[in-house]
């Protein structure tokens, strides 16, 4: 699986965007596909998860901002994220595995490059 994200940007805080990751292959219903995110200086942590039939998993610090969502037909996910705050500036990277969210939020089989957020206060 080949992973393509898109989407980053410049806003402000409070402002929104909607991040997407393309995926190559013919299994794509089968991958649980994640978000992840590295600020600089520090580790790459886990944001969101999909299920295959749509199940959603987010991380507490991006609980009723952030949607994860897929569309199986476009084999693309997105990340819609929103009341963007400063702290959210990162490196975001989507991630795929086999299997369940647990599998891909732990351990991610596939990595995307990044797409770099920056929120300005």
């Known amino acids: 699986v080949q992973l393509q994200a898109s989407g980053g940007g410049l806003v402000q805080a409070g402002g929104s965007l909607r991040l997407s990751c393309a995926a190559s292959?013919?299994?794509?219903?089968?991958?649980?596909m994640g978000w992840f995110r590295q600020a600089r200086g520090k580790e790459r942590e886990f944001v969101a998860a999909?299920?295959?039939?749509?199940?959603?998993n987010y991380a507490d610090s991006v609980k009723g901002r952030f949607t994860a969502s897929r569309d199986n037909a476009k084999k693309t996910v997105y990340l819609q994220v929103n009341s963007l705050k400063p702290e959210d500036t990162a490196v975001y990277y989507c991630?795929?595995?086999?299997?369940?969210?647990?599998?891909?939020?732990?351990?991610?089989?596939?990595w995307g490059q990044g797409t770099l957020v920056t929120v300005s206060s």
């Open positions: 991630a795929a595995s086999l299997g369940g969210m647990d599998r891909v939020q732990y351990q991610p089989t596939y």
């Open positions: 999909n299920s295959w039939n749509g199940g959603t």
């Open positions: 292959g013919r299994t794509f219903t089968t991958y649980a």
